[in-house]
């Protein structure tokens, strides 16, 4: 018998997958002066918000899809604003590293982010400095040096455009964390379009007016309007995908689909563009860095069941305790299998919760890190 929400999940995975690398091949192909010739990322980017924007507006305003979030002044200066800065600044560097090095090289790069994310969560003290988490980001680092050593077109530019990106959209998600689960607000990716697509046009506005605007000529811009509005659906759709994959799955199948996505990626980007070549030095490299990352997030994913234990233990701790004075007033006797019996049923149902608690935690960061990679 076919098992149907089990195959609803998975096809959801693979749509957010085939979405998530078919955007940045479409938003490569749009940018890359080689072929549909628009090198103009931070226009592109401009446009995907305001897109977002309208979309958002129409299903919370208009069709009232959604409900608003209470949103007051001092949440949306103290929050909303410097996120939305971040937000769009790694949007921004992250779309100009497509006129200057290869998707394939992109994504490992990308590998860096958890070193990013702690670095960031170590400054801002969201973090503590570990030796364990520190090794992982040393054989990260490690793994993308050797990586960016075997790059046949390493491009100095591109590289720091990326790099910073990372590290834009490392400190945004510490935001995230730090301004508005403090505040106890919570958005999902529609209410977070809502506020955070139209801030981020604003911000992305004054450098379009002095770096990209005046070098604009209308013998430059090809404008089709079905590539541009197919572009931002098609990054619209990934956004609500990834939505959907999020209800259905636990923190670690996500992780394990974003690393299956970007060896998929690799490898269409060396087929749909045969400038990015890839060199067995590149794999090795690639190969380091994504065992530090599974191991990073192989203990993130424990310290989140860690967290759990204490107060889940304490209850059933006490609940054993006071069972057993029942049972040693009632009977002599005592059953040497009860203990056992009940420790395996509750170590099988805290299992069960554990796997939802870090995907509880990290709604917010995760919307954050699918949305950006949907926008570049």
């Known amino acids: ?5 089990l195959v609803l999940t998975y096809l959801y995975l693979l749509i957010y997958v085939l979405l998530s690398s078919g955007v940045i091949l479409y938003n490569k192909w749009v940018l890359s002066p080689k072929y549909f010739n628009f090198p103009f990322p931070m226009t592109l980017t401009m446009f995907h918000m305001a897109f977002s924007g309208v979309f958002a507006f ?30 769009a600044s790694s949007l921004w560097f992250g779309n100009t590293a497509y006129l200057h090095i290869s998707v394939a090289f992109i994504q490992m790069l990308k590998a860096l982010m958890p070193v990013a994310t702690f670095s960031m969560g170590v400054l801002c003290g969201t973090d503590k400095p570990r030796c364990d988490v520190f090794l992982n980001m040393v054989l990260v680092s490690v793994g993308v040096v050797i990586s960016s050593y075997g790059e046949i077109h390493f491009n100095i530019v591109g590289t720091v455009y990326q790099v910073t990106g990372i590290f834009a959209e490392a ?96 490898a269409l980007s060396t087929v749909i563009f045969p400038e990015s070549t890839i060199t067995g030095l590149n794999i090795i490299g690639y190969a380091i860095a994504l065992c530090g990352v599974v191991m990073y997030n192989y203990i993130k994913v424990k310290d989140g069941r860690a967290s759990q234990l204490p107060s889940d233990s304490i209850p059933e701790r006490f609940t054993k305790d006071r069972d057993w004075k029942l049972e040693k007033k009632s009977s002599a006797i005592i059953n040497p299998n009860s203990n056992s019996d009940s420790n395996e049923g509750n170590f099988n149902g805290s299992e069960m919760n554990d796997e939802e608690a870090p995907l509880v935690s990290s709604r917010l960061s995760h919307f954050g890190r699918s949305f950006s990679n949907h926008t570049k």
């Open 58 to 87: 129409f299903l919370i305003r208009v069709f009232k899809v959604v409900a608003p979030v209470k949103m007051t002044f001092e949440i949306y200066a103290t929050c909303v604003v410097p996120i939305s800065a971040f937000f």
């Open 1 to 5: 018998m076919i098992n149907k929400p």
């Open 171 to 266: 400190l945004r998600l510490v935001l995230t964390q730090v301004l508005l689960q403090k505040k106890g607000l919570t958005l999902n990716p529609i209410t977070s379009l809502y506020y955070i697509a139209p801030c981020s046009f604003v911000f992305l506005f004054v450098p379009w007016c002095l770096l990209e605007k005046p070098g604009m000529t209308v013998s430059q811009i090809q404008f089709n309007f079905w590539i541009f509005f197919s572009n931002a659906l098609c990054a619209l759709a990934l956004n609500l995908s990834t939505f959907l994959v999020i209800g259905r799955t636990g923190a670690v199948t996500i992780r394990v689909a974003g690393v299956l996505k970007d060896w998929i990626l690799i």
